[in-house]
């Protein structure tokens, strides 16, 4: 094999074969072959600096090219990405890559970050086409959220959208896409998210907020936001818990036309938040959808979606991630082996609802809505679910 300066196509293209040579037959670190092949690499790439324009290449190619190379499957890449859907999406072209994911990519596979990026550069030329008024801008000047005669409207549904600093400047077409939604009777996606950027404006406004560590999201600090339920004034301690490892409850009212319960907001780079819309103003509802929110953040940080919306009333989900957030919820709320031994299980019973409640010393409208929950009677123990018991603290 003869090494030489390469001057043309023909010396270029007799270069890349005796690489993809060496290539295959597996060289030895340190050993002249591999001294070879580095040397016709430098040639290579030095008459393609030279000769060839530059240009990124895409990155779904890349990433296609590396699993052809690797010989990877597409479940192999659910490490770096999160999931088979997502994975599929992905190759796919019907969902952007994250930031996390590209890190991930970059770190595990070797993919250079530029050629993982150039994808948000793509995404970012989108926002001069996107359409603002498509959002519910009556009831945003209802509530305050944009102001009504000072400014043209396009410049105040600019100015609340452009007020959200985010890590890199995401578009609201990637926003929406990195959303998860439970909640079948939820026909508005922009009322969702002009709702969600409220929220991220309002926590925003939160002074002294220490940053996230996940570390200190453990089962002992679950279990420890639901032991503060019976206590007195539990949820102003329940919000303090909270932000003393970094993450936010903010209460914002539910849009029209959304039936939500709560979300979890998991921006890259930002303090986690978990919303609540309180449409359900009782103590049942409450510490289940703020367990269910948690969950979201302990199990689903950095996974991909920024957005969870939860509709709690929608009892049978059927994706994934809902089902594991319910479970963590519920099991931390009330452990299986101590439901199935107590009479709760079987009566649903005042007494029963308080002797359960005294032996986990939590709150009996949390027991209460566990057996409304699980029989599928709702009409049960209106008296023990707390109606009316948390605005209050918020207002």
């Known amino acids: 094999m003869e090494i030489k300066v390469i001057k043309n196509t023909k010396d270029y293209k007799e270069a890349l074969k005796n690489i993809e040579l060496l290539i295959d037959k597996g060289v030895k670190k340190g050993s002249a072959e591999a001294e070879k092949l580095d040397v016709l690499v430098t040639l290579a790439q030095d008459y393609e600096t030279k000769n060839f324009v530059q240009t990124t290449p895409d990155p779904i190619d890349a990433i296609e090219f590396v699993m052809e190379q690797q010989d990877l499957k597409p479940e192999d890449l659910v490490p770096y990405i999160g999931s088979r859907s997502k994975v599929s999406e992905i190759l796919n072209r019907?969902?952007?890559?994250?930031?996390?994911?590209?890190?991930?990519?970059?770190?595990?596979?070797?993919?250079?970050?530029e050629v993982l990026l150039n994808q948000l550069s793509k995404v970012n030329q989108d926002e001069i086409e996107f359409d603002y008024n498509q959002f519910p801008i009556k009831e945003m000047q209802k509530r305050g959220y944009i102001a009504q005669g000072l400014n043209s409207l396009d410049e105040e549904i600019k100015k609340f959208f452009g007020s959200i600093q985010f890590t890199q400047k995401a578009t609201l077409p990637l926003l929406a896409r990195r959303s998860h939604i439970r909640s079948a009777l939820t026909k508005s996606k922009d009322s969702l998210l002009v709702w969600a950027i409220q929220v991220v404006k309002r926590a925003q406004g939160v002074e002294g907020i220490v940053e996230y560590n996940s570390k200190l999201l453990t089962s002992e600090f679950l279990h420890k936001v639901v032991d503060i339920s019976d206590e007195d004034g539990a949820?102003?301690?329940?919000?303090?818990?909270?932000?003393?490892?970094?993450?936010?409850?903010?209460?914002?009212?539910?849009?029209?036309?959304?039936?939500?319960?709560?979300?979890?907001?998991?921006?890259?780079?930002?303090?986690?938040?978990?919303?609540?819309?309180?449409?359900?103003?009782?103590?049942?509802?409450?510490?289940?959808?703020?367990?269910?929110?948690l969950s979201h953040i302990k199990l689903h940080l950095g996974k991909g979606d920024d957005f969870f919306y939860d509709d709690i009333e929608d009892t049978k989900p059927s994706d994934s991630m809902e089902l594991e957030a319910d479970q963590l919820a519920l099991n931390t709320m009330i452990p299986e082996d101590k439901w199935t031994d107590s009479p709760a299980s079987i009566l649903p019973s005042p007494d029963a609802v308080r002797i359960l409640a005294s032996e986990l010393s939590i709150h009996p409208a949390i027991v209460a809505g566990k057996i409304r929950y699980a029989k599928k009677q709702y009409h049960l123990l209106n008296d023990l679910i707390g109606r009316g018991e948390v605005a209050k603290y918020f207002k």
Do not use: C
């Open 94 to 113: 019907k969902r952007p890559l994250s930031l996390n994911m590209i890190k991930n990519l970059h770190k595990g596979l070797n993919i250079p970050a």
């Open 235 to 293: 949820i102003i301690k329940v919000v303090d818990l909270l932000k003393s490892i970094g993450i936010l409850l903010i209460v914002e009212p539910h849009m029209p036309q959304t039936y939500l319960d709560g979300a979890a907001i998991m921006i890259e780079g930002k303090n986690p938040i978990i919303a609540l819309t309180l449409r359900h103003d009782r103590l049942d509802n409450f510490w289940f959808t703020l367990m269910h929110e």
